[in-house]
Structures are given as structure tokens and as C-alpha cells.
């Protein structure tokens, strides 16, 4: 099966700018993730999904990350405006059920905010 | 919230030797243990996964223990190649019927020398 696709690979942006990250799932994967990855750092849950509707995003900065997920497939995390703290890794990572453990994670989208 | 710590951060190892991983969990409710793989410029990859009812499991060289008393579970390689080499991630998910999220540790940089 195909995996999770993330793109853009790679983004450089200058401070106070914005961004925006594309994630598509697993076909039949109805939970999604987004994660942020800082250098030598383990991955840091920023929200989920179920289908469209956000299950949990008490750890995404609101003031300036937002997401969705329309049509409960496809999903984009935007950052605006972007501050030096922010260049990370941006994973996607998507599962089939709500409580089914197995996730599947994309490659990833490295930002780096100059 | 769940809190995940890895040791040690990095670790040196002769090829054919065995390499341990080690991680702590605080939350008692916590009930699936995952480990990942992360090679440069790529996504976390599952390896070997493990749940609270059971206390070791292997897959080739490949093993996982899980003390739930102590709140500790390790990842454990046997006959090390170099292809072994890459970060690996610990994790322990919660489900109490709301949200299920993994939460990782901060990861451990494996070196494999031929």
C-alpha cells in the first residue's frame, strides 16, 4: 500500500512569514496526526484528527498554527506567522481507527525558519 | 500527561555486539509500548511493539521487555550490523475511551562500528 505523503520535503522561510504543510494518509486511515520533531528531539503531538473533526489540539499553538482536514482525507497544517522557534521536522502520521495502535508516519517536512 | 524518558542518548557498539535501550513511563494507564527507527531524512518506521499484557516479545534479532511495576520497558538488539545504525524512539500510548497519543521519548543516536 502507499504510505503517508508529505509534501514539501523541504521549506526556508524568513521570521513572521507563513507556511503551509500537505499530508495525505493512508487510503481508509480516518485518524491522522501532526507532529513536530525538533533537532535531537523525540516527535511532539500538535493535533489529531477523526475523519474531519479535530479529536484533540490542546498542545497546537493557536495563535499562530491552525489545521485541517477536509473531507476527512486529505490534511494542512499552517504556521503564520512563523517564529525562528518553529523550524522543526513536521510529521504526518495517520492510523485506521481511533484506537488502533499501529501509526504510520510520512517522511516529513524540515522547516527552517531564518 | 504521559512522560517518556530514554537513556542513553547515544550509544556506541561493535558490530555482531548486543545494544539495550532503556525507557521509563509515568502513567500507570498506559498500555501499548511502540519502538521506532528514524534514518536520516526519513519518518519514524515501527519495529516492534509491545502491550501491557505481555511482558516480552521478539521478532528475530529484535526483542522488547516491559516491566509494568517498575513502569520500564527496553529494547534490546542482538548481533548488531551496521544497518542497525539510526535513531531510535520509545513511546508509550495511553487509551482511556477518549483520544489515544503516543508520547515519545527524546530518542537514542545507535552507532553500529564495522
Known amino acids: 500500500e502507499a504510505g503517508v505523503a508529505q509534501s514539501p520535503r523541504y521549506k526556508i522561510i524568513e521570521k513572521r512569514q507563513s507556511v503551509a504543510f500537505w499530508c495525505n494518509p493512508i487510503?481508509?486511515?480516518?485518524?491522522l496526526y501532526w507532529y513536530q520533531q525538533i533537532l535531537g528531539q523525540g516527535p511532539k503531538l500538535l493535533i489529531q484528527?477523526?475523519?474531519?473533526?479535530?479529536?484533540?489540539d490542546s498542545q497546537l499553538p493557536k495563535d499562530r498554527f491552525s489545521a485541517e482536514r477536509l473531507k476527512g482525507v486529505d490534511s494542512t497544517l499552517k504556521i503564520q506567522p512563523a517564529k525562528l522557534e518553529d523550524s522543526a521536522v513536521y510529521l504526518c502520521?495517520?492510523?485506521?481507527?481511533?484506537?488502533?495502535?499501529?501509526?504510520?508516519f510520512g517522511s516529513g517536512t524540515r522547516l527552517t525558519v531564518v | 500527561g504521559e512522560n517518556v524518558e530514554q537513556h542513553p542518548s547515544t550509544l556506541s557498539v561493535q558490530e555482531g555486539d548486543s545494544a539495550v535501550i532503556k525507557c521509563t513511563y509515568s502513567?500507570?494507564?498506559?498500555?501499548?509500548f511502540p519502538w521506532y527507527k528514524q534514518e536520516l531524512g526519513k519518518g519514524p518506521q515501527l519495529i516492534i511493539d509491545?502491550?501491557?499484557?505481555?511482558g516480552e516479545k521478539k521478532d528475530q534479532r529484535i526483542a522488547v521487555t516491559l516491566n509494568k511495576t517498575a513502569k520500564h520497558f527496553s529494547l534490546h538488539i542482538t548481533e548488531t550490523q551496521p544497518e542497525d545504525s539510526a535513531v531510535y524512539f520509545c513511546?508509550?500510548?495511553?487509551?482511556?475511551?477518549?483520544?489515544?497519543?503516543?508520547?515519545f521519548g527524546s530518542g537514542t543516536q545507535l552507532t553500529v562500528l564495522p
Open positions: 502520521a495517520s492510523s485506521f481507527a481511533r484506537q488502533e495502535y499501529g501509526y504510520t
Open positions: 487510503s481508509g486511515h480516518a485518524t
Open positions: 484528527f477523526q475523519n474531519n473533526g479535530v479529536v484533540d
Open positions: 502513567d500507570s494507564a498506559s498500555n501499548y
Open positions: 509491545i502491550r501491557s499484557n505481555v
Open positions: 513511546a508509550a500510548s495511553s487509551s482511556s475511551g477518549s483520544a489515544r497519543q503516543l508520547t
